[in-house]
């Protein structure tokens, strides 16, 4: 009997190893998959309303004119521009054999807009549509999809709402805002006072074109700022602050807008296209990402996953994760 459980766990521990090994070459080969696989980024230009919209188109490795691919559309934070997590994100999904496009919106980075760093929640949408028409009209785009993420997962709810070109979402840790967190966040005597200089900024801009600005973000209670948030990635120079297009700056023209209407929980129950919801327990209002999520009357998935919000806009370990849930989603419901 002795000799047999020796025997028996020689067997189990030999199976055990090429489990590992079989585990360890799988997860080895999909990090490499991401991290190694290239793709051909093409600076490209389209239009809104007349306004030139700035975008990277990338394109698969091994592209071919001649055959189809379904499409994505990739957009970040607010404030955020293209060359910031959505080139992170827009890169390794081509790799995946999706033709990807972002931009920044109107307003944003090199995109024509004015007031300039304008959060504004109806033109986000038609820089959305305006997105699709472009893909739309390229020969070797089949079905189209958005990536949302954070404030552009909200955005993203907007436009799976209103154009049924598209036919699949995922949101990635998203800001799913509703102005009755306004309060709460601010408090009643912010939200009155930045609504006046909202309106101010607003008719000033109407009668003299200059924009009156300040910072988005602000990590310090006594320094002026639409969002106190620790935001490392912005601060950080090696990160977010590293990019030479992204500003720290916006409008105030933008307050109404950003805590007054934009409400993608309230697009919830318009949605009728699958959307997927990813986000962990440590992102931005959580429990919006689920109440979004069950607010949802179409084909959903949702992914609980691990990590910081900030994180998943730069940190390879963190996109990865997003990564995994968003390609098999997307090339479920792309053709």
């Known amino acids: 009997m002795k000799k047999l459980i020796i025997k028996n766990s020689g067997i189990i521990a030999l199976v055990i190893a090429i489990g590992m090994f079989l585990f360890t070459s799988l997860k080895n080969k999909k990090m ?22 700035a975008g990277h188109l990338f394109l698969p490795p091994n592209f071919e004119a001649s055959s189809e691919y379904p499409a994505l559309i990739v957009q970040g934070s ?29 307003s944003w980075g090199e995109s024509e807009g004015e007031p300039r760093q304008n959060e504004n929640v109806a033109g986000k949408l038609l820089d959305l549509q305006a997105a699709v028409t472009f893909l739309e009209q390229l020969s070797y785009v ?16 907007y436009l799976a709402a209103a154009d049924k070109r598209v036919k699949a979402v995922s949101a ?14 601010w408090g009643l005597e912010t939200l009155r006072s930045n609504h006046e200089k909202s309106v101010e900024a607003k008719d000033h801009f109407v009668k003299t074109g200059e ?10 209670p006594k320094v002026e ?41 309230s697009e919830a129950p318009e949605i009728s296209i699958p959307f997927q919801v990813f986000s962990t327990d440590d992102a931005l209002i959580p429990l919006q990402a689920k109440k979004f999520y069950e607010s949802l009357n179409t084909e959903k998935e949702l992914v609980w996953g691990t990590g910081y919000h900030f994180d998943f806009y730069d940190k390879p370990t963190e996109i990865n994760q997003a990564l995994d849930a968003i390609v098999p989603f997307m090339q479920k419901h792309l053709d």
């Not at 089949?142 to 709810?157: E, H, K, P």
């Not at 840790?173 to 966040?185: C, D, G, I, S």
């Not at 297009?245 to 307050?255: D, G």
Request: proline share 5%.
């Open 142 to 157: 089949s079905d189209i999809g958005m990536v949302g993420i954070c404030t552009s997962g909200g955005n993203a709810a």
């Open 211 to 220: 924009n009156k600005t300040t910072r988005i973000f602000t990590n310090d």
């Open 32 to 53: 490499e998959r991401i991290e190694t696989a290239s793709a051909t980024m093409q600076n490209v230009n389209f239009k809104r309303d007349g306004l030139r919209l």
């Open 172 to 185: 990635v840790v998203p800001w799913m805002y509703e102005p009755a967190l306004a309060e709460p966040f």
């Open 78 to 106: 607010v404030s955020s521009v293209k060359e910031m997590m959505p080139d992170n994100y827009a890169a390794k999904l081509s790799a995946e054999g999706f033709v990807v496009l972002n931009f920044d919106y109107a």
């Open 225 to 265: 700022g639409f969002n106190l948030t620790p935001g490392e990635y912005y601060f950080d120079d090696s990160r977010g602050g590293s990019i030479a297009n992204w500003k720290n700056e916006v409008s105030w023209s933008s307050w109404i807008d950003w805590v007054e209407i934009f409400d993608p929980i």
